[in-house]
T-cell receptor, first 113, second 112 residues
Framework: AQTVTQSQPEMSVQEAETVTLSCTYD???????LFWYKQPPSRQMILVIR??????QNATENRFSVNFQKAAKSFSLKISDSQLGDTAMYFC??????????FGKGITLSVRP | NAGVTQTPKFRILKIGQSMTLQCAQD?????MYWYRQDPGMGLKLIYY???????DKGEVPNGYNVSRSTTEDFPLRLELAAPSQTSVYFC???????????FGEGSRLTVL
């Protein structure tokens, strides 16, 4: 069975500082994607960043970047220059058979002014 | 271009009532999914479909049914609502080229 583990239930960061959210996963798939989704209080699911497992280069999207360690099955998200609008719940997810996504339990991130 | 549209956005049911959550997409993608999200938790897969006429169970299918008669629509039916089905329900469509899921806005269901 595919599993995604986010062991930190919540984190807090000062505005303009950097924060890293941790995620580990387990999959039997040879080719898969990894994602970080953001869920603000509006409950909308917003894609933050995507990593294809066969690519060694870590994905980057503006202030968001990942540290993908395939052998360790680790996929952490780094948010630089944190902004108040980054306050949300963040979910790590990986694809399995039939492109089904398995999600972690999420982490609540609070950005302090 | 609406993407993924879910209705209703909110609903309160009494125990034992039935209802259908509607999901429609205009992206012409084959793979569609229904997830539920309990408070403070991640999303769990209820049912999915890889194309019209094909559906399969996910992780938590008990108490639900689905159908997929067209590419565009993927309704989720609750036959005998129970308090344990109080949750937020998300419909999603798989983007073939990017691998990501595109989500509807969610439907908050309360069973009293």
């Amino acid at each position: 069975a595919q599993t995604v583990t986010q062991s930190q239930p919540e984190m807090s960061v000062q505005e303009a500082e950097t924060v890293t959210l941790s995620c580990t996963y387990d999959t039997s798939e040879n080719n898969y994607y990894l994602f970080w989704y953001k869920q603000p209080p509006s409950r909308q699911m917003i894609l933050v960043i995507r990593q294809e497992a066969y690519k060694q280069q870590n994905a980057t999207e503006n202030r968001f970047s990942v540290n993908f360690q395939k052998a360790a099955k680790s996929f952490s998200l780094k948010i630089s220059d944190s902004q108040l609008g980054d306050t949300a719940m963040y979910f790590c997810a990986s694809t399995g058979a039939n492109s089904k996504l398995t999600f972690g339990k999420g982490i609540t991130l609070s950005v302090r002014p | 271009n609406a993407g993924v549209t879910q209705t209703p956005k909110f609903r309160i049911l009494k125990i034992g009532q039935s209802m259908t959550l509607q999901c429609a997409q205009d992206m012409n993608h084959n793979y569609m999914y229904w997830y539920r999200q309990d408070p403070g938790m991640g999303l769990k897969l209820i049912y999915y479909s890889v194309g019209a006429g094909i559906t399969d169970k996910g992780e938590v299918p008990n108490g639900y049914n689905v159908s997929r008669s067209t590419t565009e629509d993927f309704p989720l039916r609750l036959e005998l609502a129970a308090p344990s089905q109080t949750s937020v329900y998300f419909c999603a469509v798989h983007g073939v080229n990017t691998g990501e899921l595109f989500f509807g806005e969610g439907s908050r269901l309360t069973v009293l």
